[in-house]
Each structure stands twice: as C-alpha cells, then as structure tokens.
C-alpha cells in the first residue's frame, strides 16, 4: 500500500468551537480543508501508531466521505485499530463509550450535533480522547496550531472500504473492525438502569410515550431499547430513520424544533412522557402530557432522585452544571449536602471533574445531561433515568416537577438567541457590556448587586478559562447571563439567559414568559439591545 504525502496549504479558520470544529459542508468540501484538519490532529496528539481509534457519526451528509478519507490517513499514521459503527454510524455518547469500553486511544466523531445537515447544511468533527470526552482546550489549541502550520498530510493509497457489513479486515497495517452501532450503548445502559422495572412501565397499556429520534442517529437506539427491549409498541419512536439531511428538519430536541412531539403531547391523545434526542443523541427533552421539563429543572429533578435509581444509591458525592444553567442544582446540591460545580459552557469542562471523580451527574441548559459513566452528554441516559423516576414514584412528569417545585422553588427560567447577528456588532455589544460594569445599577424594577465577566478555574486540573459570559446579579436574586455561542457556523449567536427565582407556592404554576417578560424589557432598555445588536427580535426562545 502507497503512502502518498500531499502539498498543502494552511486554512486560517479552523479553530474549534464549544464542540469541535463546526462549518458548512462547503467550506469541509474545499480542497484538502477536511485532510489538514485530520492531519494536524495526527500532528498535535502524538502517539496514534498501533493504536484503537473509534469513528463514526450521526448519519449527516459529508459522513460518507469523512469516513473514507479518516481511515486512508489512519492507515498513513499506521493506526492499529479503527472501530467504526455500521454503516459509519454512532450516537455520540455511544462512540464515547466504545472508547472507553475498548481503551482506545481516542476517537473522530463527525457531527455538527443539532446543527441542520445535508449539501447545505453543517458538518462538523470532534476529536475525543482516551476518557471518551472531547478534547479539552489544551489540546485543541495545539491542533489549531498545526493548522496554521501545516504543509504536507499522508494518506494511504487504497479503495474506499465498505463499511456496510460487520467484520473485520485490513488496509496496510490497520485492522479495520466494523461494529454493531448499537449493541455496546444497550449494554451500557443495562448495566446502569433497572430494565425489568422499566419494562413494567415502558410495556404497561396504562402507559404512552414517545420518542422523537428526529431523522437523527439515535433512531436505531431508540428502537432497540424502547420497542424491542422494553416492549414499548411499534410507532412509539418518531422519525427513527438516520437521514443524510434529517429530513430537512432542525434536530435540536426543544418546543420549536420538536414542535411535532410538542403539538403531540398537548394534544388530547393521552401520551404521558415524551422525549427527544438532536441530530448525534447527546441532547434531549423531556416532556409530560401538557407539560414541558426545562433542561435545567430536569437536571435538578434528576439529582433530587438519585437514590430512586439503585445504581447511583449512595455513590453521588458532587454535581455540575454549566454557568449560564439555572441555578434550580444549587438548591438541591445544599438541601442533599453534595458538592457543586459551576463550569464554562461546553461538555468538554466536565471532563477533568469526572477524571478527578468529583462529579456523578451534569448538564447544561442547552437540553444536555448526563453521568460520569461516560464522558459526553447522553440523551437517552437522561430519559431512561426519568422512566426511572416515573417507575419508581408511579408518579407523571408534571407531579414529580410540580411537588420538586414545592419543595425547593421555582428557577423560571429563558434563554433568548438573536442567530446571524453581525460580528462587529455582537462584540461591539459584549464590549459595551464590559465598559458599563459598576456603571449601571438598575434595570427596569431590579437593582443590580453585581455587573461582571465571569472567568473559570477548573478545581481539578487548575486551567483557566477567562471571559466565559458576562453575569447580571440582581438583590433580587434574578439573573441575567450574556454570551456569545462557540458553535455557530456563520455570523455570531448571542445568547441572552434569564432567571427568576420563586418560592411563594402561590406563583409556582405562571407562564415562563409572563414572568421572565419584565426581566428582559428592563435589561433590553437599560442596555439598548435591539439598537446595539440591529436586531428587534430574538431567533428563537427556548
Ligand atoms: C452550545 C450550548 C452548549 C453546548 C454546546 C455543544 O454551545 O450552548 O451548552 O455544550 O452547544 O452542544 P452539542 O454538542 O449538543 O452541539 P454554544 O457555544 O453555541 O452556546
């Protein structure tokens, strides 16, 4: 087998993001830009020769291909072994746990997650390491800056493989193994949940759920654990068939995207849980009937629970949830004497916590849980362990909330993107915010206690990470968090978050909006958003 060395030249974009390096299919499909990305992955993390690499993806256009062209240049690097899912497909929470399953030394899943697909759409690469979590930022600096750097990458002079049949066999010397996509994620989750318990909900004719896989990856997932196994009846997953372009729909699992589930569930069809996965199955949504569970609640909720789940009995000793996520842990970590993490935005900051053991559970608000038995965030942990709850309470989603409510409060809580704003004006506004720290003291009826940047020390490894949003604290207790996504692919997201904390058990049932409304009106005047960012409205509010 040739090993050819090609002649490029650098692309100065191809920083990651919060997850991964995140563009549109025609800026991967430009000339060498996907091969000098991979390369200089190679380049920055020493040490692939003879070793396991997991690949796979959530079924997007451009997977196909990236496929392709990863194992030729693996088999340059003389990789030993690359573990593919069938038909080049993994959920993303079940690549990470066929990379720690099989200790391998990392692993390429190809996904731009929620992002929408197809020739038009996103396509995206993460890199994660031998803990089965995305690079950390150390890492992924390196990588940027082979990039820059670059000249020349290897790729090995071979036929495309066929990646349709499970087997094994060899290109050079990289024994190529293709899997069941499926069936180690099953075991995993066997081994955390109390299937037979499950069962008896899941199959009950007392009981209606459904699932929307979203023409994303997890369909064949769902299927397996949800119809087959648990004996929930055929049709119970929606949209369960991987599509190149998800059908042309959006796969973010929330109230405007999955509007069908939604629609569904608000309905007088009678269905008591609804769930929701994204495009690569690390997202999720958790509905009830006529009942809608914030991520940040569900996070909350599933806390409290722990010990409903025999598994996690006695074992939780710390959570964390992301800055801007809403505060609704913290009552709960206080209330259960367990430590708490406050880390920046992206899954990849859990990571060392995990490692060091000081975290069980952690999710973010942007619909993202899950547990330190793996290391990216995992939709359908997240809603076998809310069947979990149901089983074991014999309780609706509503009730289980409403009584969490009652209990520790309410965190209404909103989060308004404006998407595709201008760069200069999105960091003109940042910048404004910064140079009116201490300046501003009131924002429509609230007092401001606290106007300021907020920068992260990890506990466990001691990295920093400065200028991770800008928080808002009110005397009140209300908050306001501004940023800017990492995940975007053209223009910038500014992303605005908004809390407000109840505890009068009178005013624990009000319309997220109505009570968030005054919040935002007073900040958005105070701080002349819509003239700043020449926006009048948000994209979408979730
Ligand atoms: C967004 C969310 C983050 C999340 C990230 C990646 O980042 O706000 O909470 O960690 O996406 O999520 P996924 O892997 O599901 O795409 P950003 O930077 O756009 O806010």
């Known amino acids: 087998m040739e090993i050819k060395t090609i002649v490029t030249t650098p692309f100065q974009d191809q920083k990651t993001g919060t997850a991964g390096l995140r563009k549109k299919v025609s800026v991967f499909s430009q000339e060498n830009y996907l091969e000098n990305f991979i390369q200089s992955i190679f380049n920055a993390v020493p040490g692939f020769q003879g070793k396991t690499i997991v690949l796979g993806g959530d079924g997007r256009y451009y997977n196909a291909h990236a496929i392709q062209v990863i194992v030729k240049m693996a088999a340059a690097q003389k990789v030993g072994r690359i573990i593919i899912g069938q038909n080049g497909l993994f959920s993303t929470p079940a690549a990470s746990n066929l990379i720690i399953k099989r200790k391998a030394f990392g692993g390429f899943i190809l996904s731009a997650s929620h992002n929408p697909g197809g020739k038009n759409g996103d396509f995206g690469i993460k890199f994660d390491l031998s803990n089965g979590g995305g690079a950390p930022e150390a890492v992924t600096d390196r990588i940027y800056e082979e990039t820059k750097k670059i000249t020349s990458y290897q790729i090995a002079?071979?036929?495309?493989?066929?990646?349709?049949?499970?087997?094994?066999?060899?290109?050079?010397?990289?024994?190529?193994?293709?899997?069941?996509?499926?069936?180690?994620?099953?075991?995993?989750?066997?081994?955390?949940?109390?299937?037979?318990?499950?069962?008896?909900?899941?199959?009950?004719?007392?009981?209606?759920?459904?699932?929307?896989?979203?023409?994303?990856?997890?369909?064949?997932?769902?299927?397996?654990?949800?119809?087959?196994?648990?004996?929930?009846?055929?049709?119970?997953?929606?949209?369960?068939?991987?599509?190149?372009?998800?059908?042309?729909?959006?796969?973010?699992?929330?109230?405007?995207?999955?509007?069908?589930?939604?629609?569904?569930?608000?309905?007088?069809?009678?269905?008591?849980?609804?769930?929701?996965?994204?495009?690569?199955?690390?997202?999720?949504?958790?509905?009830?009937?006529?009942?809608?569970?914030?991520?940040?609640?569900?996070?909350?909720?599933?806390?409290?629970?722990?010990?409903?789940?025999?598994?996690?009995?006695?074992?939780?000793?710390?959570?964390?949830?992301?800055?801007?996520?809403?505060?609704?842990?913290?009552?709960?970590?206080?209330?259960?004497?367990?430590?708490?993490?406050?880390?920046?935005?992206?899954?990849?900051?859990?990571?060392?916590?995990?490692?060091?053991?000081?975290?069980?559970?952690?999710?973010?608000?942007?619909?993202?849980?899950?547990?330190?038995?793996?290391?990216?965030?995992?939709?359908?942990?997240?809603?076998?362990?809310?069947?979990?709850?149901?089983?074991?309470?014999?309780?609706?989603?509503?009730?289980?909330?409403?009584?969490?409510?009652?209990?520790?409060?309410?965190?209404?809580?909103?989060?308004?993107?404006?998407?595709?704003?201008?760069?200069?004006?999105?960091?003109?506004?940042?910048?404004?915010?910064?140079?009116?720290?201490?300046?501003?003291?009131?924002?429509?009826?609230?007092?401001?206690?606290?106007?300021?940047?907020?920068?992260?020390?990890?506990?466990?490894?001691?990295?920093?990470?400065?200028k991770q949003g800008i928080i808002v604290l009110f005397e009140s207790g209300s908050r306001i968090v501004f940023r800017l996504s990492g995940t975007g692919s053209s223009g910038k997201t500014l992303r605005i978050y908004l809390e407000k904390y109840e505890k009068e058990s009178s005013r624990l049932n009000k319309e997220p909006t109505e009570v968030i409304k005054p919040l935002f009106e007073g900040m958005a005047k105070a701080v002349s958003l819509s003239d700043r960012i020449n926006r009048e409205y948000p994209t979408v509010i979730t």
Not at 159 to 175: H, K, R, Y
């Open 157 to 466: 002079d071979t036929p495309d493989i066929d990646i349709s049949q499970i087997g094994e066999f060899s290109v050079g010397e990289t024994v190529i193994e293709i899997v069941d996509s499926v069936k180690d994620y099953v075991e995993f989750v066997k081994g955390i949940f109390d299937f037979d318990a499950l069962k008896g909900l899941v199959s009950s004719e007392n009981f209606k759920m459904r699932y929307d896989a979203m023409n994303g990856s997890t369909g064949p997932y769902a299927v397996r654990i949800f119809e087959e196994i648990l004996g929930a009846p055929k049709g119970t997953v929606l949209r369960g068939t991987p599509m190149e372009d998800f059908g042309g729909g959006h796969p973010d699992p929330n109230l405007t995207y999955a509007k069908e589930l939604v629609d569904l569930m608000y309905s007088d069809e009678g269905i008591d849980f609804g769930c929701a996965a994204d495009g690569d199955g690390d997202r999720n949504m958790i509905l009830g009937n006529h009942f809608f569970v914030t991520p940040s609640d569900s996070l909350a909720v599933i806390t409290a629970n722990y010990e409903k789940v025999p598994y996690y009995k006695g074992k939780v000793k710390g959570v964390a949830r992301s800055m801007p996520t809403s505060r609704a842990l913290d009552d709960v970590t206080a209330a259960l004497g367990l430590k708490a993490y406050e880390t920046p935005t992206g899954w990849k900051y859990f990571g060392s916590l995990m490692d060091a053991g000081l975290i069980s559970f952690c999710g973010e608000e942007s619909f993202g849980t899950g547990c330190s038995d793996l290391r990216e965030k995992d939709g359908i942990w997240a809603i076998l362990y809310w069947l979990s709850i149901l089983a074991a309470t014999g309780k609706t989603v509503q009730e289980v909330v409403q009584e969490h409510w009652r209990r520790y409060g309410r965190h209404y809580y909103l989060r308004y993107d404006y998407e595709t704003l201008e760069t200069e004006d999105a960091l003109n506004f940042m910048d404004y915010l910064r140079s009116q720290f201490g300046k501003i003291t009131r924002m429509g009826e609230e007092t401001v206690k606290s106007f300021e940047e907020w920068n992260y020390t990890d506990p466990a490894t001691g990295e920093v990470a400065l």
